[in-house]
Nanobody, 126 residues
Framework: QVQLVESGGGSVQSGGSLRLSCVTSEYYPSYCMGWFRQAPGKEREGVAQIDSEGKLAYADTVKGRFTISQDIGKNTLYLEMNDLKPEDTAMYYC?????????????????????WGQGTQVTVSS
């Protein structure tokens, strides 16, 4: 497993922006890094994922608003979130997997991720 530490959460108004960061202790030789979120009373859901081959996947609810990226030299994963909506309010988690995204690009299940950060809270008010 790798150690992951998220930061960058906060409270913003609807339409605002935030950038989340996740520092990883190391990378798997072949990997997928992802952002998940969980709102109170709801199941955890995948938001965005990036793998070591450069493939990207997004949830339909965030396409066009969120961008996942990474700076391998800084061991850091990012999630740029724009045009935030109250329904984006959740605890956001960074996770690492030894699996790659499939060629038919879709988000992969959280059960395939074996390392998780502690989470960072994002709250969007209307």
């Amino acid at each position: 497993q790798v150690q992951l530490v998220e930061s960058g959460g906060g409270s913003v108004q609807s339409g605002g922006s935030l950038r989340l960061s996740c520092v990883t202790s190391e990378y798997y030789p072949s990997y997928c890094m992802g952002w998940f979120r969980q709102a109170p009373g709801k199941e955890r859901e995948g938001v965005a994922q990036i793998d070591s081959e450069g493939k990207l996947a997004y949830a339909d609810t965030v396409k066009g608003r969120f961008t996942i990226s990474q700076d391998i030299g800084k061991n850091t994963l990012y999630l740029e979130m724009n045009d935030l909506k109250p329904e984006d309010t959740a605890m956001y988690y960074c996770a690492a997997s030894k699996w790659l995204l499939p060629e038919r690009i879709v988000l992969i299940s959280s059960i395939l991720f074996d390392s998780w950060g502690q989470g960072t809270q994002v709250t969007v008010s209307s």
